[in-house]
């Protein structure tokens, strides 16, 4: 990803970095003096859809509490890698941009599960399934793409936020998990299918084979060894 990158040597108010159009923000409290708290929690009032990452020195825990609490996405502490900071900006970016995808996506119908992003909620029949965030996010990745079958590089880049590292089995612990929390709340029913050596798809299948209950026109019986046929 490309980032168009602009230096600020003073504090922008608000309404300025409204017109600037930005997808992210990063912010250094030390810079902007004593009222770092309250600039920074006027920004995330006033612009709820800009990320906002704090880089700063040696930190305490309340401090970051504190800044995370106003409105901050993340918290870099120094020093730190440009490419680690880069990271973390294109991961709140990509958070941002799913969440208000979900502000606008409608519920989903898988089987017997109802996903409804913009309450962060799966049900079976009116009751809310117990799903983690990350199982959530999962689910609805999964139900997005009904019947695709979904990579585990891209399941974790899109569900994490990066890229996944070699040996890293996040994905089948996390899916795994997942699967036995649907088929325990809707019975019956398998919902994801793993693809071996590639990754998973989900597909809403009942377990129950179909069976042809049609009734025969005849039926026959074995007498002495011969086959003798009974009137219809």
Same mark, same amino acid.
């Given at each position: ?49 800009? %990320?906002?990452?704090?880089?700063? $020195?040696?930190?305490? #825990?309340?401090?970051? &509490? @504190?800044? =995370? /609490? ?90 994490? %936020?990066?890229?996944?590292?070699? $040996?890293?089995?996040? #994905?089948?612990?996390? &899916? @795994?998990? =997942? /699967? ?53």
């Amino acid at each position: 990803m490309n980032w168009q990158v602009r230096t600020l040597d003073a504090t922008v108010p608000p309404h300025e970095l409204v017109a600037m159009r930005l997808n992210a923000v990063v912010l250094d409290p030390a810079v902007l003096g004593p009222k770092a708290w309250d600039y920074i929690e006027a920004v995330g009032d006033r612009i709820p859809a800009l %990320g906002l990452i704090v880089c700063t $020195g040696r930190s305490t #825990v309340a401090q970051r &509490v @504190r800044g =995370l /609490r106003l409105g901050a996405d993340d918290w870099v502490t120094k020093p730190c890698h440009p490419e680690e900071v880069i990271a973390r900006i294109e991961a709140v970016v990509r958070r941002r941009k799913r969440a208000e995808a979900r502000a606008d996506r409608g519920p989903m119908v898988v089987g017997e599960i109802e996903v409804r992003p913009d309450q962060f909620q799966a049900l079976v029949g009116g009751q809310s399934l117990d799903l983690t965030r990350r199982e959530f996010e999962l689910l609805e990745l999964l139900a997005g793409s009904p019947g695709q079958v979904l990579q585990r590089e891209e399941i974790y880049q899109r569900v994490w %936020g990066y890229a996944m590292a070699h $040996g890293d089995r996040s #994905v089948d612990v996390f &899916v @795994r998990k =997942l /699967r036995q929390k649907l088929e325990a709340a809707s019975p019956g029913w398998r919902y994801i299918h793993t693809h071996f050596g590639i990754g998973y798809r989900l597909q809403p299948e009942t377990d129950s084979p179909t069976v042809d209950e049609t009734p025969s026109t005849q039926s026959s019986s074995v007498h002495g060894g011969g086959l003798a046929q009974s009137p219809v």
